[in-house]
């Protein structure tokens, strides 16, 4: 498997993580709900969904069906009106900073270079930012960054972009990261790319990854469950496991398998879609 996009070529890493074994993040009957009296709006209803050390999940629903507002919860940056996340078992009650987070923009600030803008999460964390950009130094070949790093984010690509948004979330040190539809803005050919370079990240950095997509190709090709969700009030409508062998390869997509599980999540999605 090709190990990173077109640029600069990073170390070849096998998409082969450790099997899945306790559960890491878990969600139970959460419900959120914005707004209140006539005027409220029920984003999410009785969600219950779990993540396994070193899995990759993935969430697919209908447009507005609450899955940005799951990471809100998730990462403290909204409060559930009902039920409870756990991390590792712990209740979580809006803590902020216990996950890696990173929003379906690259959020990359302007007037930084590409290295201070992947260690500024530490630096806003009061980390050591002398040993945040040593550590980053040494990743950015396996980020296909080598040689940016005194760029500026307006002189690189939408992928480069989102690999130096990736990086920046993973100095951070979080065992669980939720990445938001990281790749719906690329084009095609360097969104394929970027699905077989972010394997290679997971299987190099042992990550659980929680990841929401439209796409229910990209789901099924990176996933080992994906989770698909109700229109709003945002529920989950159904939980698939993804049979696939690793490392994912593109030949895949024509087989039996791959074509079953997406059938089986596309019938749910038209489904749900139909009953709207």
């Known amino acids: 498997m090709t190990s990173s996009p077109s640029g600069n070529r990073a170390e070849r890493i ?45 969430i697919i629903g209908p447009s507005g069906c609450g899955k940005s507002t799951i990471f809100n919860v998730v990462s403290g940056l909204e409060m559930a009106n009902g ?40 630096e806003l964390r009061g980390g050591d930012k002398h040993a945040a950009r040593a550590e980053a130094l040494e990743l ?27 990086l ?31 394997l290679s990240i997971w299987g190099r950095f042992r990550k659980t990854i929680v990841f929401i997509t439209h796409d229910v190709e990209e789901a099924v090709f990176l996933s080992d469950r994906v989770y698909v969700m109700t229109r709003r009030p945002g529920t989950v409508k159904l939980e698939s496991k993804i049979d696939l ?9 024509v087989e039996g398998e791959f074509v079953r599980a997406k059938h ?7 489904e749900e879609s139909a009953s709207s």
């Open 264 to 270: 089986e999540l596309l019938s749910a999605l038209l």
């Open 14 to 58: 096998v998409d082969s993580p450790p099997a899945p074994s306790g559960c890491v993040l878990e969600m139970r009957g959460v419900c959120k709900v914005f707004g209140e009296g006539p005027g409220a709006v029920s984003a999410l209803e009785s969600l219950s969904m779990k993540a396994f050390d070193g899995e990759f999940v993935t």
């Open 140 to 166: 950015f070949p396996q980020f296909g960054l080598e040689g940016f790093e005194s760029r500026y984010p307006a002189e690189l690509s939408g992928g480069m972009r989102q690999r130096a948004a990736l």
């Open 83 to 122: 039920g409870e996340v756990l991390l590792r078992g712990e209740r979580l009650a809006g803590q902020t900073g216990v996950v890696g987070y990173m929003p379906q923009r690259d959020l990359l600030l302007p007037w930084r270079t590409i290295l201070n803008n992947v260690v500024l999460g530490v």
């Open 245 to 253: 062998p690793r490392p994912r390869t593109r030949e895949m997509i």
């Open 168 to 198: 920046r979330t993973i100095l951070t040190g979080h065992d669980v990261m939720l990445l938001d539809e990281p790749f719906g803005a690329l084009d095609a050919l360097t969104r394929l790319e970027m699905q077989e370079w972010l």
